[in-house]
């Protein structure tokens, strides 16, 4: 007996060891990936594979051994290899994501000790790193590849791998060394539990019940005991792998009292005559195997459709996914976004089902199974047996399709099976399955058309039918659930013009292309070809990292008596509070107190330059997700299912809206508005030979740091004192925000940061108000207090980066030189200003980025709308201010029909001595040395000819190129917040203590302090040591952000450093033979302990005159991306990127390199995958990895070049060239079929918009329906 509510609690909140992370509780970023191992009792082995820990229920794992990341090794004994090479190689920044991955390749190794490139592709799909770009954790993992013969095992050159093609590669990165790492020896990996095996190799002797308090879980003995329990219980869920029940469990709060578990593995895979039969409880994983064993040893016309299903299976979720999920929990959880039941369907597959009462029936899997979404024609007490999969047979073509907003790793937007039979030796249809889902609530056949194509030859005027019936066949209402809808539209007749076409084996060489879907390489290790100007050492923590060892805020251990606080969040946009009632939560198990407004004994708000923000809505909310109170529980769970019962009145008020467009509509401003002005605009306007207006709009985005935000609040019973463990990049306001919050004083309140799993200008401003609402509770309680803020509230409450709308007017010449621009940019602040206004100057102040536009006008507005407050983000406005410049440059260069590279050369600064168009003084030598270089690196004019020669022999896949160059303002603006504090202790035995106020997230701040200090002090950095950021320690620290963190840090611990060695240097001089300790001991009194604050130069900005000096300095770049797209499905590959950054010379450049390469795949994601989603009621509906997708291992381009170094944040606006590229591919799609090149594209470039831009005659049978004669699924705001 259970004594809490531990049925379903996933193994992720049992093992209470600190490796196994939580990122998003659904399955949906490996985070918590373990390895389980079982004994398979049919073929006498044991398996070994992983699984989401977050989704496999405790109780489920009866018999089971699983091995977390500490159990393979750890710094106290003995690092495991693939924990030292993930580390070694660099892969290891905020180290969040770290131990997901390195179970995932620690179990691929267990059971395939010489993986190829393709093994490991395969093994990390299902985990997600917000901070690397992947590439140094595949190069650290591609180390165990079997290389004995030199090979690069990438196939990176043409398809082929470097042995094939002369081009033996370095095996290595120059960044890391493989000397002295330790080998594989799969003899030390830990043995299966004997006496595990001896339990697995007995019969199972009696059913298995577990019993919680809410919840009861019962695994019956054998099919007749299930029949039994079915019969008994029939509303029951039979669960399997729990990757559909679980996240309904887990996520959407759906209950099922009791559950009925399957352990036992009825039926396996058995061959019969007419193909195979799969146990319905075989996993995906297993499913994929087997179909991979009948291709490989049958002849492939028996296989078609088999090798349809594995086109499927391939994309299909992540490998812990499909080692948990089954076949029939696939087909039975009856969601038309899962893609199984398309495809067997098209193969016309039969379920065996079966029941006590009724014994076993066969029922044809079509769409007659589906009676709704989630809901089937199987009797309550009837369970499914298995599936069979038939032989396709001779004259039979089979094809599957999906397209996700993500190649990979992400449900499908729209999928099909398709299957043809010809009459033999002719093209006459005998009979056509079509099947589609994504497309309505269940699983669609479209029969109508499928019957009016039989007997009919497979030529053009089938296609011209087919796709005429389709589109009439097809419904979908312009309001339809998932929104999308002509997209969705087009893709039904675009699948079924490459099923044509794939069938059409006669069909003109030039079509073939679009048969092809993209093949998934893994990135190469271009990067081995740098000379590191400085040295690679591994990031600090990387082994600890590595082990699992590492603390985030979330590990630390309960303290003693603690409770849990759960925020009560606002579901109304705009309303008056009536009245607010915990009476029911207050009275639930658990339960200690409730909190709001009139709980805070100091003031209700956080401030920001005098902005105002309420911790907790009083009177009225503006936004969904606003807090409004906290319920304070012995236990997460009892606080989350109270904060669901606390009830809350509402009034609606009027105005209500949400998209920028409605602001503007409103004037709804916040204030002051900014203007920066140069030259004469209006009277340049009358001079130029062309006038262009136009807009651009650029979607928000979600920062997904793979830890979400929280903190532990510790009242020290003594004085009032209070200690703080929280996930902020800014400790010093998280403390004063608290102080005021609390009524005392900011020397009582002591903020402890150790490190971040990853921030990226997330955790600088909410954590602020969680932490004052969570100290609040404490202090009511006197008890220690833990918030955590699953995905979705984090992604609900916290917002992210600010969408913007840039509406222009450019004046130029026929010749593409730019004489005027007047570009005014619509920023969505959200409900309250916070730090919007530091945000649109910074976008105002990049707007001229490298071109000397000689009269040039930005106008930046807030809008103010009810929204969740959009706050910091990497690049800080940067990157849309660029985007907006480049998107003139870009259309300009349309305009006047010339290449957008040449239009961009016209227009760049050129002199020595140049001002911005804030007037300050930079020379732009090095962005052009750059621009050069980059051109020349990448190929840029051979690549540019052989894109133009692929694109006319390739009708339904064309390339694109683009290169942009970059000027990026290093340092805050805001004068005051340029300075690094230090401190530095050097005790009587020589060791080194550091602190500092910047934060450690990910970014290497640590390692490169403890560089800096190893340097002057001539001390190893073995002597040196930084424990964590402490407000007692470093007091009143600028936040780690504006990419000045390391800048002002790096000189702050310097100048310590430099003051402590000056002091010690007349003693070493007359001492010169004794060691570092003997100078520290004779020389220790007064004080090796040295404060310093380094002050960076004043910067400001005077924006009533537009002049000003804004930065501390300009880092300069160039990139160039070429991408290939799929017309028919907008589907799009990232080809080759190449980057140049000069910025001097770098401290870490594995550190560096680390930062730039994972800045540019954030910048991937904002420029074309990171799509949010709003309902009409301003509810944000993407809330977790299942629904908003970041960057996988899939997205990275294969093949980077890096030249020179630069840490931060401007390599997010570089990944716009992808967005460009893309633009220049439409393009050629368009010109093809005598389309403008001018069309409007907005940022991100996803899939949908992709497809709908390459107009053709499918997307034509899907035509926008009017504006205001339906209700959308979604808005853009
Ligand atoms: C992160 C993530 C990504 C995913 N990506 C994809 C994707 O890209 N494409 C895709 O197709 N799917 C995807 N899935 C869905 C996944 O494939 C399904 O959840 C899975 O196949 C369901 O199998 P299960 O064993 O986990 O089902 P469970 O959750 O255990 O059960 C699901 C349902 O099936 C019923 N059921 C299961 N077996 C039987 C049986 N033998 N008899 C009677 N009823 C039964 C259960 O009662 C329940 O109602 C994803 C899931 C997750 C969590
Ligand atoms: S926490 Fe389990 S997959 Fe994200
Ligand atoms: S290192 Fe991968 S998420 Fe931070």
């Excluded at 977390?68 to 920044?93: D, F, M, N």
């Excluded at 081009?167 to 003899?187: E, R, W």
């Excluded at 895979?269 to 009948?294: F, I, N, P, Q």
């Excluded at 904060?643 to 004037?667: C, G, N, R, S, W």
Aim: charged letters at 20%; glycine letters at 10%; one cysteine or more.
């Amino acid at each position: 007996m259970l004594s809490q509510n531990h049925l379903h609690v996933s193994l992720l909140y049992i093992v209470l060891l600190t490796g196994t992370k939580y990122g998003c509780g659904g399955g949906g970023c490996g985070a918590c990936t373990v390895m389980v191992s079982k004994y398979d009792q049919l073929n006498n082995r044991v398996l070994h594979y992983t699984v989401n820990a977050c989704l496999q229920p405790i109780c489920t794992l009866h018999g089971a051994a699983v091995v977390t990341v500490e159990g393979i090794g750890s710094t106290k004994t003995k690092l495991h290899p693939v924990q030292e090479r993930i580390a070694k190689a660099h892969g290891s920044q905020c180290g969040f994501c770290t131990p997901g991955m390195v179970m995932s390749m620690y179990t691929l190794l267990r059971n395939k000790p010489h993986p190829t490139m393709e093994d490991i592709r395969e093994a990390l799909g299902g985990n997600l790193c917000r901070c690397t770009g992947y590439r140094p954790i595949i190069d650290g993992f591609k180390t165990f590849c079997d290389v004995s013969n030199g090979c690069c095992q990438n196939g990176e050159s043409g398809g082929k791998c470097c042995i094939e093609n002369g081009t033996k590669q370095h095996k290595y990165s120059d960044l890391f060394h493989m000397d002295n790492v330790l080998p594989l020896d799969p003899s030390q990996d830990l043995i299966f539990p004997p006496e595990l095996m001896i339990m697995g190799k007995k019969r199972a002797c009696g059913s298995l019940c577990f019993q919680g308090d809410r919840l009861k879980l019962i695994s019956p003995v054998d099919l007749t005991n299930l029949l039994e329990l079915k019969t008994e219980y029939p509303e029951a869920p039979v669960v399997v792998g729990n990757t559909t029940i679980g996240p309904n469990m887990q996520v959407k709060g759906v209950h099922h009292p009791l559950t009925i578990y399957l352990f036992v593995i009825y039926l396996l895979c058995v061959y019969v005559h007419a193909g195979v039969s799969m146990g319905a409880v075989c996993t995906l994983s297993s499913l994929k195997d087997e179909m991979e064993r009948a291709v490989r040893e049958m002849e492939a016309e028996r296989t078609r459709g088999y090798q349809a299903l594995l086109q499927t299976l391939r994309c299909l979720a992540g490998k812990q996914i499909r080692n948990m999920a089954t076949i029939g929990g696939n087909i039975l959880s009856a969601n038309p976004k899962y893609d199984l039941n398309s495809v067997l369907a098209a193969l016309d597959c039969t379920l065996q089902v079966m029941s006590k009462e009724n014994g076993t029936r066969a029922i044809t899997l079509n769409e007659e199974l589906f009676t709704g979404f989630g809901k089937t024609a199987l009797r309550p007490d009837e369970v499914l047996l298995s599936i069979d999969i038939p032989y396709s047979k001779p004259w039979e073509f089979v094809s599957a399709f999906r397209q996700a907003q993500r190649r990979e790793f992400a449900f499908s937007i729209v999928n099909a099976g398709m299957k043809v039979l010809f009459r033999e030796g002719t093209n006459i249809v005998e009979s056509l399955n079509i099947y589609y889902g994504g497309v309505g609530p269940t699983l669609v056949k479209v029969g109508r058309t499928c019957q009016k194509l039989v007997g009919r030859s497979w030529g053009e005027e089938l296609l011209a039918d087919a796709c005429r019936l389709l589109e009439e066949e097809v419904e979908l209402s312009d309001s339809a659930h998932g929104g999308k809808v002509e997209y969705r539209k087009t893709l039904t007749t675009s699948f079924f013009f490459k099923f044509y076409m794939q069938v059409l084996q006669e069909l003109r060489e030039r079509y073939l292309s679009a048969l092809k879907p993209f093949k998934n390489e893994l990135v190469s290790n271009a990067q081995s070809s740098q000379d590191p100007v400085g040295h690679p050492m591994m990031h600090q923590a990387a082994f600890h990292q590595a082990t699992g060892e590492a603390q985030y805020y979330d590990d630390i251990p309960a303290v003693q008596g603690e409770l849990f606080v759960y925020m009560v969040t606002s579901t109304r946009a705009h309303a008056k509070i009536i009245n607010i009632d915990p009476s029911e939560a207050l009275g639930m198990t658990g339960v200690v107190t409730f909190l709001s407004a009139g709980d805070v004994p100091g003031q209700n708000r956080r401030m920001l330059f005098n902005n105002p923000e309420e911790l907790f809505a009083e009177e009225e909310v503006s936004c969904v997700g606003q807090i409004i109170g906290a319920v304070v529980a012995e236990s997460r769970e009892q606080a989350r299912r109270a904060a669901q019962m606390v009830k809350v009145t509402y009034q609606d008020l009027l105005p209500v809206f949400f998209t920028i467009e409605e602001a503007i509509q409103h004037q709804s401003f916040f204030d002051p508005k900014r203007k920066l002005e140069r030259g004469d605009v209006g009277k340049a306007f009358e001079t130029v030979d062309q006038i262009l207006e136009d807009e651009i709009y650029l979607g928000g985005q979600e920062h997904f740091y793979m830890e979400t935000q929280g903190l532990i609040a510790v009242p020290k019973g003594e004085n009032g004192e209070l200690e703080l463990f929280v996930a902020s990049q800014h400790s010093a306001y998280t403390q004063e925000v608290v102080g005021i919050t609390l009524g005392i004083d900011s020397n009582k309140i002591t903020c402890h940061v150790r490190r971040l799993g990853g921030a990226f200008g997330g955790k600088v401003m909410k954590i602020a108000s969680l932490s004052a609402i969570t100290a609040t509770a404490a202090v009511k309680t006197g008890r220690p207090v833990r918030c955590v803020l699953e995905r979705g509230d984090d992604m609900l409450i916290t917002s992210g980066r600010h969408p913007f709308l840039g509406k222009y007017k450019v004046g130029y010449n026929n010749d593409g030189t730019i004489m005027a621009a007047d570009i005014t940019y619509y920023s969505n602040g959200g409900c309250t200003l916070n730090e919007s206004l530091a945000i649109m100057e910074k976008a105002l102040l990049h707007m001229d980025n490298g071109y000397k536009i000689p009269n040039l006008r930005g106008r930046g507005l807030v809008c103010k709308t009810y929204l969740p407050s959009y706050t910091a983000f990497r690049g800080f406005g940067g990157p849309q201010g660029l985007m907006v410049m480049e998107s003139v440059l870009h259309e300009v260069a349309v305009k006047c029909g010339l290449p957008p590279q040449k239009v961009r050369e016209i227009n760049m600064y050129r002199e020595e001595e140049c001002y911005t168009h804030h007037k300050q003084l930079f020379s732009p030598r090095d962005m052009l040395r750059c621009w050069d270089e980059c051109l020349d690196k990448a190929g840029y004019h051979d690549r540019l000819q052989a894109i133009q020669q692929f694109n006319t022999s390739n009708r339904w896949k064309k390339r694109g190129i683009s290169a942009v160059p970059m000027k990026f303002g290093v340092g805050f603006s805001k004068g005051f917040f340029n300075q690094g504090a230090a401190l530095v202790n050097i005790y009587k035995d020589g060791s080194v203590l550091v602190a500092h106020g910047g934060t450690e997230m990910g970014q290497g701040i640590n390692t490169k302090a403890l560089q800096i200090a190893s340097r002057i002090l001539k001390v190893p950095m073995s002597s040196i040591h930084i424990k964590e950021t402490c407000t007692g320690n470093v007091p009143n620290a600028a936040p780690s952000a504006a990419s000045f963190g390391t800048d002002a840090v790096g000189m702050a611990v310097k100048d310590a450093c430099e003051k402590l060695m000056r002091r010690l240097k007349p003693f070493m001089e007359n001492h010169p033979k004794y060691t570092w300790q003997q100078w520290v001991i004779n020389k220790h009194p007064p004080g090796y302990k040295k404060v310093n604050i380094m002050m960076g130069p004043h910067t400001d900005m005077d924006w009533e005159n537009s002049e000003g000096p804004a930065y501390y300095y300009f880092t300069f770049g160039a990139c160039c991306s070429e991408v290939e797209i799929d017309c028919l499905t907008g589907d799009h590959k990232n080809l080759r990127t190449d980057i140049v950054m000069d910025v001097g010379r770098s401290l870490n450049p594995a550190l560096d390199i680390g930062q730039i390469e994972g800045g540019f795949v954030q910048g991937i994601g904002l420029y074309t995958i990171e799509e949010l989603q709003f309902s009409l009621e301003g509810v944000l509906m993407t809330r977790g990895p299942s629904q908003y997708k970041i960057p996988a291992l899939c997205d990275v381009p294969p093949q980077f070049l890096r030249i020179h170094f630069l840490s931060g944040e401007p390599p997010v606006f570089l990944a716009s060239t992808i967005f460009f590229a893309i633009k220049e591919a439409v393009a050629a799609a368009r010109r093809e079929r005598g389309l403008g090149d001018s069309f409007p594209l907005s940022s991100p470039a996803t899939a949908e918009r992709i497809r709908m831009a390459c107009e053709d005659q499918f997307t034509e049978m899907a035509p926008s329906p009017k504006k205001g004669t339906f209700k959308p699924w979604s808005i853009n705001i």
